[in-house]
């Protein structure tokens, strides 16, 4: 538990020295714009710029399902009010809940609106095929750990417990070693120095580097990423699929009155698994995975599961919340 913050233990405001006022004058920064021109653009115009260079996938079918994608995304953010997308996003309410896919959230909205379609199923699998492509960190975390093992052959790579099991078998893949970590970059650096790691990577995008002094950076990230994209001889989406090749739940929080009881509940659960306690309760079958652990500030706890398919994770996944949630 945490001391309360009172006048007494509050640090003092920051002073600027008067070089960096007079820099700070010479630059000011720019005014945030409270609009964006293109969030006002028409459907016609956002898809035509989303189906046009330089995001033109390779091949007609990627290219027919990005199409149905976008098409489907813009029928369901026209359901939410609001004069441009951004608004009609706000809108929605997808980054307010921390315990939805926005996936999910769009495909139950268009069935109400009676615009489902009867790929639904298929096209949740495909949302965002051919787009604009974000890699998690976990995924980055493989890819710096490539490059890091080619500037180091057969070095130490660490990546914390929540990432995609994909990433210590891409790390055993290009002949380094990896070390399973749990969350926290105070016990991810006190690993990195005792065992001389070059390397170490959260799932959560901070990524550490002996020779910054174990402090995050996610520049040296992203050039070590070009690194990898810029040897490799086919798109980014080629390097990134051998990869990013497992279906992930992202982080599910969950109000839990007795943390302790409900941790054990799913150890009795799912007493068949692999089970060990390096970080809450990870749990481990040969096509899933999933660590419960709980919130240090606040009453809850935070379930990640991963599966070899969509339909193993979610299954699990309820299965899981049913037990948390009671």
Request: glycine letters at 8%.
């Amino acid at each position: 538990m945490t001391a309360p913050v009172t006048a007494a233990t509050q640090a003092p405001p920051r002073r600027l020295s008067a070089e960096a006022l007079a820099v700070m004058e010479r630059f000011p920064p720019r005014p945030v714009p409270a609009s964006w021109a293109a969030t006002a653009a028409d459907r016609f115009t956002v898809m035509r710029r989303m189906l046009a260079p330089p995001f033109v996938p390779e091949g007609a079918g990627i290219r027919d399902w990005r199409k149905l994608s976008m098409l489907k995304i813009l029928d369901w953010l026209e359901l939410h009010p609001g004069a441009t997308w951004q608004q009609r996003w706000d809108a929605c309410g997808a980054e307010t809940d921390r315990t939805a896919d926005w996936r999910d959230q769009m495909l139950a909205s268009l069935k109400a609106a009676g615009n489902y379609g009867t790929w639904a199923g298929e096209l949740r699998r495909r949302l965002g095929t051919g787009l604009a492509q974000l890699i998690g960190g976990d995924v980055v975390t493989a890819l710096v750990g490539i490059d890091t093992i080619r500037l180091n052959p057969g070095a130490k790579i660490l990546y914390n417990l929540i990432c995609s099991r994909s990433v210590p078998e891409a790390i055993e893949k290009s002949g380094g070693i990896p070390v399973r970590s749990q969350v926290g970059h105070s016990f991810i650096k006190k690993t990195m120095r005792d065992e001389d790691i070059p390397f170490g990577g959260e799932h959560s995008g901070h990524f550490y580097f002996k020779r910054n002094w174990f402090a995050d950076s996610g520049m040296i990230a992203l050039m070590q990423c070009l690194n990898v994209f810029s040897r490799a001889s086919g798109p980014v989406s080629s390097v990134i699929a051998p990869i990013d090749n497992r279906a992930r739940s992202g982080e599910v929080n969950s109000e839990v009155k007795d943390i302790p009881q409900t941790l054990q509940k799913l150890q009795d659960h799912f007493k068949g698994a692999k089970i060990d306690l390096l970080d809450g309760v990870t749990i481990q079958y040969h096509d899933w995975w999933m660590n419960v652990r709980p919130s240090n500030t606040e009453p809850l706890l935070r379930l990640n599961v991963e599966g070899d398919s969509t339909d193993v994770m979610e299954r699990h996944r309820d299965e899981a919340l049913a037990i948390i949630r009671g």
